[in-house]
């Protein structure tokens, strides 16, 4: 197999990091874009378009951002892009998107089936499966129909291409679809270095979730939790950092439970902020239906904070290690009382917390990059040529 230094990868996913909705996965791209043009590649990121975001624009890591269409239409707009630079034909053709030499296509529930019209070799990553999400996010009849698109029609469409999963949790699910598992390679996330001085844990048992507020991401239980907590530990606050269109039902649901005094809802939160949060916390508490990979966990441990999170979520199995560096619950109630128990065992959560320190440590972006730019060399035929002129074939 070829070396792709110098060569073009296209990402199709439906959103940026600065989409108001955009996570972890985001994050995961992204970052691996950054590391890919450090080893000399040329990256492309095809995504939704949103608020006042330009509709094309190259970040300071050298990832160039075109952004087209909405949340449902950014899959049309991606075959159409792609295949109006390959002729130049009219206004979608300014935005034509070169010639890649692979693609990675994202899928986030709904794929973006390139392997239908791009004659390039593509990559399918896949952050996890959304078997229980769907029906959560919308009503029977659409759950149906995006359950069958990602479980049986993108099995059939990818079924010749190698598969990124960025946990072994997801690999195992999609080999449970049909995937050939030796087609399925994990590069798992990484996560930042940390260059801020470390900030005090606070006095009081303090609890944090990180994330976007929406259904599947279950911030109810925390908030339930929190209520009984209350009642022994009377000190006791927790912080929803993050922000969505489920914020309000949250706020209500505090109120409903007499904890708003005691909940504080932060939005959106910077950098500093969100390492201010995870150092002070005594426990992040994770209780998304399901998740790829656990990267608030991994951000938690690398501030000595141990987490709670759910075993049927996924990829939070990995991103710890059960009963060392964060616990794994099988229901709510559970999930109430581990929390508990390490709120009142100092001397458990302190090890735990040095426990996460040394897991989190495995997992880098250098790592992850370099792991990536492996899948694409491994998959592309020695006569693949690196050049990246203009006409998409």
Not at 212 to 239: D, G, I, N, S, Y
Not at 269 to 282: F, S
Not at 288 to 316: D, H, N, Q, Y
């Amino acid at each position: 197999m070829m070396d792709a230094r110098g060569g073009h990868v296209l990402f199709l996913n439906w959103r940026d990091t600065t989409h108001p909705e955009g996570g972890g996965s985001e994050v995961f791209l992204e970052r691996v874009a950054a590391e890919l043009v450090g080893r000399g590649y040329r990256t492309t990121l095809l995504c939704q378009a949103h608020g006042t975001a330009p509709a094309e624009e190259t970040t300071a890591s050298g990832l160039r951002i075109v952004r087209a269409g909405g949340r449902h239409t950014v899959y049309l707009f991606a075959a159409l892009i792609y295949l109006a630079g390959a002729v130049g034909l009219g206004p979608l053709a300014r935005r034509r998107l070169g010639r890649p030499t692979v693609i990675i296509d994202v899928g986030n529930g709904m794929p973006f089936l390139s392997r239908l019209y791009a004659r390039r070799p593509v990559i399918a990553l896949v952050h996890h499966v959304h078997r229980e999400q769907w029906p959560v996010v919308f009503g029977p009849r659409v759950a149906r129909i995006g359950w069958w698109i990602e479980s049986r029609l993108a099995v059939r469409v990818y079924r010749r291409c190698r598969y990124v999963a960025v946990s072994e949790s997801t690999r195992d699910e999609l080999a449970g679809l049909g995937v050939d598992p030796r087609r399925i390679t994990v590069v798992h996330n990484g996560t930042s270095e940390v260059v801020l001085p470390p900030a005090p844990r606070t006095p009081h048992p303090s609890l944090v979730v990180l994330g976007r507020l929406v259904p599947h991401k279950r911030v109810e239980f925390a908030l339930r939790a929190t209520a009984l907590l209350a009642t022994e530990l009377p000190t006791v606050e927790l912080v929803v950092a993050g922000h969505g269109w489920w914020d309000e039902p949250l706020r209500q649901l505090a109120d409903d439970l007499g904890v708003a005094d005691r909940v504080r809802f932060a939005g959106f939160i910077p950098e500093e902020r969100k390492h201010e949060l995870l150092c002070g916390a005594w426990l992040l508490l994770q209780p998304s239906l399901k998740e790829g990979w656990g990267l608030t966990i991994v951000e938690a441990g690398t501030r000595g904070t141990p987490s709670v999170a759910f075993r049927s979520a996924g990829g939070v199995a990995d991103a710890m290690a059960d009963g060392r560096s964060g616990v794994l619950v099988d229901d709510e109630y559970e999930f109430f009382l581990a929390i508990r128990a390490l709120l009142l065992d100092t001397r458990r959560r302190n090890e735990m917390g040095v426990a996460a320190v040394a897991y989190a440590r495995r997992f880098t972006w250098a790592t992850t990059g370099a792991a990536f730019a492996q899948v694409i060399t491994d998959e592309l035929p020695a006569t693949q040529p690196t050049r990246t002129d203009q006409r998409v074939p």
